[in-house]
């Protein structure tokens, strides 16, 4: 008998576990798929013949598949060719045929005659064993008597050997027909589903009544699901294998069969022309001839044409075409809305025989009920607990904070993520732990280096007496942290023992109290077992018991990097303290600062238009008033540095046909394809703070994009893709009308903001469309006065004075006198706190510079450094330098 032969004898158990054998041959470079790769699925297949006969004779499954897992290890890796079947392999399912067929009179080989067949051969039996002792436990002879008794309990039971038998069973003079080429080119999903493989599927009920509707036809019966990526077009065919496994179809569609078919398998290794159709049609032919109604699912359907051949020729579409046509072969496809019209649209022969089925996005309430049922599963898989407060919360801050992925696909995989965070947490050292350890790690290292140069005279004083600042208080936080850890593992054990579904406890399991029932003693222990913990975590947990909607909001934090869900204490504090934030970052602005925190906060607290952008002002005013700064100081205080600051300078885009630069190129054109400065940006950064700075100077055609951006935070790239601003603050900065508003302040200081607006729209009206003004919020900026620029001047120095100590220990100091000078300097131009800048990179910074390299060059230690007020002959700063036991006036600097 060929192999393809003895392929098509196996099971649905052990073709799932050879085919999970094979994968595991590949991930591990492999050259041979072997009997132990075999027989550690097998075991990893709970419910299988193997794993309750291993029960039976006392042989623990897990530490087994340890055992193995451990010889799979040492095996030799690195092929890069595909893996075959080892002979010893072959030489079992031969032998479990005899043993299948001889001794029990089955039509199909189980696992249990392959472990049997296992068993008898010495010379595979003492290749397999070796350093595995417990199989020596097995009595092959009364394995062979009880073998019904022993695997009654299994998938693979008389009820399903019959069912895999069906079909097969023809009057004597008929031929039976094989399923070779199609166990060997598809999954076989109906088997998925009887064995427990599928999850749940929820929520799609509406679409797999189509698709029995349009199999139900008695020609044209080829249902395609069309739907963007994520929306669950494959869960559509899944539910219907599991309603096929239940029964609850037509009676037609009761004994049916739904195949997967893989068309990357199906074309592997055909080299040969003609063998590729060759083997399609062999699969065909086993459909159509097949006692037992089979259905053929065909993901990525558009991959049908032009597969095997050339387009239109002998490619795998032409060839599916007449099987199609008649009736015989029923297959449902799957694509995405882009490649249905790009393939199968456009070839009216192959689109006539399908029937389009749209699967659309389901709603934030379709999607949780989707979620509630994937849930369980999530949390068997985990071994965690899933609130239903985290099911929400996947669901709906996904669908807010995740673009460019559609639900329930996203949902799903941050609840996953989020139960995969807590397993780990805990059965590993918490982050925070680890992170203090390495900190700690890296302090003893420096600071070994630094003691071990005292022999080349060369002394770090000043930064060990850091060091070892540094150290206590980190030692002190590694010791809180650690008890912490302690205690919070102390509870939560006693947590799993209070718990009885908990799956990480075994003893659990075997108590007969319940806690959600009426047992109120165990009821309000657990509850303040509970309390307790949550009161120790507080805001800064080492372990995460439960999955709930902090750990959800978590997750898409580190995804996006902007906080989510319910907001810490500290970003509530962040929140209500913005407008002191920004104001001490951009002084002299309170007016302008108080309305964009006000526009901030609202949008916040979840109250605003969520399909809009956060915020979009046009803020108007002359150069240095603070303008750029206040996009920076928003970017660093809510996205964690001007790395999330988007800048545009628009003073780029003065030809109308420079808007493809920001969108991206249309089709036909050059560049098509490479995206828009824009788009790409957002696309990459989709939580970040935008400025197009100088935007008076844009044409007005260039303008007119940004409308829809403005009004409904989307804008189409030049491909056709939608990009999300919804979460995005923007800032517009313009120069126009900067006389007026100089003057305005002058006149009256103390103006309201709305009422300088009235004066400035109709000026502002020189330079915008009213419908472009209409769409945003002008915040006029005032000017500079000195005793701003005094304010302003101390604050730089200080960002001197604090760099100077942190890094060399010295100590900067200045007089007023000192501060007046600059501002006098600044007040002589007309960019106000940009001549400040200026004046210190002038005027200050590089003589301090000259200062610390002329001290390393003479082996001194600066301790002190004085700006005097005087002003040396150039008009500079004098300045004194105190060294260690030594003062020195410098009067030429």
């Known amino acids: 008998m060929d192999l393809g032969s003895l392929i098509g004898k196996l099971n649905t158990t052990t073709v799932l576990a050879t085919e999970s054998a094979a994968a595991l041959a590949v991930s591990n470079s492999h050259r041979e798929v072997d009997v132990e790769h075999l027989i550690l699925e097998l075991l990893r297949a709970n419910q299988s013949d193997v794993f309750f006969i291993c029960k039976h004779f006392g042989i623990d499954p897990s530490a087994l598949s340890v055992k193995l897992s451990n010889v799979i290890l040492s095996y030799k890796k690195n092929s890069s060719k595909t893996p075959v079947l080892s002979l010893s392999l072959i030489r079992l399912i031969e032998l479990s045929w005899l043993v299948s067929s001889v001794e029990f009179s089955s039509k199909k080989i189980r696992s249990g005659h392959l472990f049997i067949a296992l068993l008898q051969d010495a010379q595979l039996f003492n290749a397999f064993s070796q350093g595995i002792d417990e199989l020596v436990n097995i009595e092959t002879r009364k394995l062979l008597n009880q073998f019904n008794e022993i695997t009654i309990n299994s998938v693979e039971g008389m009820k399903a050997d019959k069912i895999e038998t069906a079909g097969s069973e023809v009057p004597h003079e008929s031929h039976e027909i094989p399923l070779k080429h199609l166990l060997t080119y598809s999954i076989d999903m109906t088997g998925l589903a009887s064995h427990g493989s599928i999850d749940p599927v929820i929520g799609r009920e509406q679409e797999v009544r189509q698709v029995v509707d349009v199999l139900s036809r008695r020609r044209q019966n080829n249902p395609i699901l069309v739907g963007e990526a994520g929306v669950g077009k494959t869960a559509v065919v899944e539910g219907l294998a599991l309603k096929i496994n239940a029964g609850d179809v037509p009676a037609h569609l009761k004994d049916a069969r739904l195949f997967s078919l893989d068309l990357a ?3 592997a290794g055909a080299s040969m022309k003609g063998e590729f159709e060759s083997r399609l049609k062999a699969v065909i032919e086993e459909i159509e001839q097949s006692r037992v109604p089979i259905l053929l699912f065909i993901d990525e359907t558009h991959g049908l044409v032009g597969a095997g051949g050339q387009s239109g020729q002998n490619d795998a579409a032409n060839i599916l075409k007449p099987a199609l046509a008649r009736g015989a072969l029923r297959t449902i496809g799957a694509t995405t809305w882009s490649e249905y019209k790009k393939y199968i649209e456009k070839d009216s022969a192959l689109s006539r025989r399908f029937q389009l089925i749209k ?3 389901p709603t934030e309430s379709q999607a949780i009920t989707m979620l509630r049922a994937v849930a369980k599963t999530i949390e068997t898989h985990h071994g965690v607990r899933i609130l239903d407060e985290a099911v929400m919360a996947a669901v709906k801050l996904s669908s807010r904070y995740i673009t460019g992925r559609l639900l329930p696909d996203k949902a799903i995989s941050v609840l996953d993520t989020a139960a995969a965070r807590s397993s780990i947490s805990m059965e590993s050292l918490p982050s925070a732990i680890e992170d203090l350890r390495t900190q700690q790690l890296d302090y003893d290292t420096e600071l070994k280096r630094l003691r071990s140069e005292y022999d080349q005279e060369v002394t770090h004083e000043a930064r060990i007496s850091i060091i070892q600042k540094e150290l206590t208080d ?7 942290y650690e008890e912490q850890w302690e205690k919070e593992k102390k509870l939560i054990a006693k947590l799993d023992a209070l718990e009885p579904f908990s799956s990480s406890n075994e003893a659990a399991q075997d108590m007969t109290l319940d806690i959600s029932s009426n047992n109120e003693k165990y009821r309000s222990q657990y509850q303040a077992t509970m309390s307790e913990l949550l009161k120790i975590q507080g805001e800064s947990p080492m ?8 750990l959800i909001s ?10 989510t869900g319910k907001m810490m204490s500290n970003q509530i504090y962040a929140l209500q303290k913005l407008e002191q934030t920004l104001a001490a970052r951009v002084i002299g602005q309170e007016h302008a600062l108080k309305t964009i925190s006000q526009r901030v906060k609202t949008s916040r607290s979840g109250i605003e238009d969520p399909g809009k952008p956060v915020g979009v ?8 008033v603070g303008k750029t700064e206040t996009a920076i100081a928003l970017a660093d205080i809510f996205y964690g540095g001007d790395r999330s600051l988007i800048t545009i300078n628009m003073s780029e885009y003065q030809e109308a046909h420079s808007v493809s630069l920001l969108r991206g190129s249309p089709p036909g054109y050059v560049g098509y394809g490479t995206g828009g400065v824009l788009t790409e940006a957002v696309k990459r950064q989709p939580y970040s703070v935008l400025l197009l700075d100088e935007v008076e100077k844009a044409h007005p055609d260039v303008l007119e994009v940004f409308y829809q951006i403005f009004d409904k935070g989307v804008m189409d790239d030049g491909e056709g893709q939608e990009v999300d601003f919804k979460n995005t603050i923007i800032f ?20 309201d903001i709305e009422e300088i607006n009235e004066t400035l729209r109709p000026n502002l009206q020189k330079y915008f469309q009213p419908a472009f003004l209409g769409r945003l919020q002008i915040i006029p900026f005032k000017p500079i006065s000195p005793s701003v620029l005094k304010k302003i001047s101390k604050s730089k120095l200080s960002v001197i004075e604090q760099r100077l100590l942190s890094t060399y220990s010295i100590t900067l100091k200045y007089r007023s006198e000192v501060i007046e000078g600059l501002v006098r300097m600044s007040m002589s131009t007309d960019i106000g706190a940009r001549a400040l800048n200026q004046a210190i990179d002038n005027f200050i910074t590089p003589v301090i510079s000259e200062l610390i390299l002329e001290s390393m060059a003479s082996k001194k230690i600066i301790s002190e450094i004085n700006i005097l007020p005087q002003l040396t002959s150039d008009g500079n700063f004098k300045f004194e330098v105190k060294y260690k036991n030594l003062n020195v006036a410098l009067t030429d600097l």
């Open 474 to 480: 980190l030692k002190n936080l590694l010791f809180s």
């Open 265 to 267: 398998l199906l074309q």
């Open 732 to 751: 517009l900065t313009s120069n126009a009308c900067s006389e007026l508003i100089a003057k305005v302040f002058e006149e009256r200081p103390d103006i």
């Open 359 to 361: 699967v659309a996005e």
């Open 617 to 624: 002002f046009l803020l108007v005013g002359t150069s240095g």
């Open 554 to 563: 978590e997750v898409i934090s580190d995804w996006t990097g902007i906080p």
């Open 543 to 550: 372990i995460l018991p439960l999955v709930n909607s902090r």
